[in-house]
C-alpha cells in the first residue's frame, strides 16, 4: 500500500500545489495532471478538530460524505473503502474534521441524506482490483458511443467511471435535448455485465473534463480549480461594457466565459455611485445626454444627441451630480466643463506596458549640422582666423611641407612669400605702415585704459559738447 502511494505521488512533480494531481495533499485521486477539488485544511493541527464525517473524493469533481463509524486513523490523502450501493468504492480522503461540515452546507447537502459509511483503509487487493477496472474505462466508453450511435440517440458518452469493485459504471454523457435511454441502459448491461448508471454533465463539465489553455494563456480555470459552476448572464457583459460579440465572450465550451462573473459585483457597486442614466443635464445652450460611462475611473460622456458623440462633454461623477442639483433647483450653468486635458491631473493607474516604447533606444541620435565659413564668421565676432581642427589636419610629408590643396572660392588666395623673410614672420602689408614689433601680454596687461591716464585717473573727454 505504501508503495502504491508513493508511487503515484513521484508521478506528479507538483503534487499538493493545487495544479497538480496525486499528492498526499491534494486528495482527489484524478491522475490525469488535474485538480479541482483542492480544500485547504486550515484547522489541521487545532485541539478538539473532531468530526465523525469525513470527505472522500473521486472521478471527475465527484464527492461523498461518508461516516467513520469505526474511528480509524484518517488523514487526506488516504486511500479508503466505503460503502456503495451495491458493493464498496474506492476513494481517497480530501478533508477530516470540523471543515467537513462546513463543506456539507456549501454542497447543499440535505439533513435528511443517508450517509454511508467507511469501511476500512483500501488493502492492496482492493488497489489492485480497482485499477483493473479503471484500465476497463477507455475501451467501455468507445464501444458506448458506437452502441448510442447505431440506437440513433442524440448524446454523446464523454467519460465511463468504474466503481472500485468493478461492479457498477457511471456513463457521464452530454446532450442537447431531454434523452429516452431505457434502451441504451438495457444493451449497455447486457454487453458489459455491469449495472449502469447514467449521469448528464454540461459542456462546462465537459471543458473542464478535457482541459486547454484559455485566451489569457493560463490553464482553464474549470480543469484546474473551479468545482461548481454557476449560469453565466449577457447582463454581466454590459455591466462591464464588454463588446456582445459572441467570439470574444465565449469560451472553449461554446458557453459563455465563466470569469465574465468574476468582476461583474465590483462593477455594480461602482454603477450604483454614479447618475442615472435617464437623468439629462440641461445648461443655458443645450440639452445633454447620457452616452457612456467609466464606472471604475467615476466619468461619464454627455453629448448633446442622444445616438451620437456630437458636442461630447466627459464629466466626473461628482461634477455631474452637481449640475443635477442645479438643474432640480431650476438653474441652469452657462455650460458644462469641456473635456481639454483635465486639469493637468496625473490618472490614479495606468497601463505599464504603454509607458514606456521598447524601441525606445533603437533611435538613432542625430548628428549636427556643420556651419558653413561664412555662418562661422558671423558667429566668431568676424575673427577669420580659425585654428585647423586635429581631425582636419594634413598629414605631413615628413618633410616640414604639406601637400598642395585645392583653394576654396570663398578664401582670399595668401600674398606671396617675400625675399629674406622667414616662415613664421609676418609679412607686412603695403597699405599700412610697418608697426614695429608686437609687445608681449605682460606689456599689454599694464598699459593703462583708453579712459584713464598714467596715473589712474579718468581723462577729460575732449570731444565732449561738440555735439
Known sequence: MNDYNNQVDNAHPDAGSGVMCGGNSCGCGNR???????????????????????????????????????NLDLKTGDWVAVEANPGHDIGRIGLTGRLV??????????????????????????????????????????????????????????????????????????????????????????????RVEMKQIGARQEAGRIGGIGPCGRPLCCATWMSSFMSVATSAARFQDISLNPQNLAGQCAKLKCCINF???????????????????????????????????????????????AGAVTLTAAQAFEVIALNRNGIKPDSLKPDDGKNGEPAPFGDLLTQDSISRFDKKKKKKKKKSNGDKAQGDGGNKEKAAKPEQAAPDNGQGAKPDRKPRPDRKPKRPQQEGQQPGERQPRADKPNRGPRRDRQQRSQRPPKNQDGNGQSAPNNNAGND
Open 101 to 194: 461540515k462546513n463543506q456539507m452546507k456549501r454542497v447543499n447537502l440535505r439533513k435528511d441524506a443517508e450517509i454511508l459509511r467507511v469501511f476500512r483503509k483500501a488493502k492492496p487487493a482492493d488497489m489492485a482490483r480497482y485499477e483493473e477496472a479503471k484500465a476497463r474505462e477507455e475501451d467501455t466508453m468507445i464501444r458506448s458511443r458506437k452502441i448510442a450511435v447505431d440506437l440513433g440517440l442524440k448524446m454523446k458518452i464523454g467519460d465511463v467511471e468504474y466503481q472500485g469493485d468493478g461492479n457498477k459504471a457511471i456513463f457521464y454523457y452530454i446532450a442537447d435535448e431531454r434523452v429516452d435511454f431505457r434502451q441504451l441502459i438495457k444493451v449497455l448491461a447486457d454487453v458489459f455485465k455491469i
Open 32 to 70: 490525469d495532471g488535474r485538480c479541482n477539488l483542492v480544500s485547504t485544511n486550515w484547522l489541521d493541527g487545532v485541539p478538539d478538530n473532531e468530526f465523525d464525517i469525513v470527505e472522500v473524493l473521486f472521478k471527475n469533481t465527484r464527492r461523498g460524505f461518508y461516516r467513520n463509524s469505526t
Open 263 to 309: 468582476e461583474v459585483n465590483a462593477y455594480v457597486e461602482a454603477i450604483r455611485q454614479l447618475p442615472a442614466k435617464d437623468v439629462h443635464l440641461e445648461t443655458k445652450d443645450a440639452v445633454y445626454y447620457y452616452v457612456k460611462a467609466d464606472a471604475l475611473k467615476r466619468e461619464i460622456i454627455y453629448s448633446t444627441e442622444r445616438n451620437s458623440m
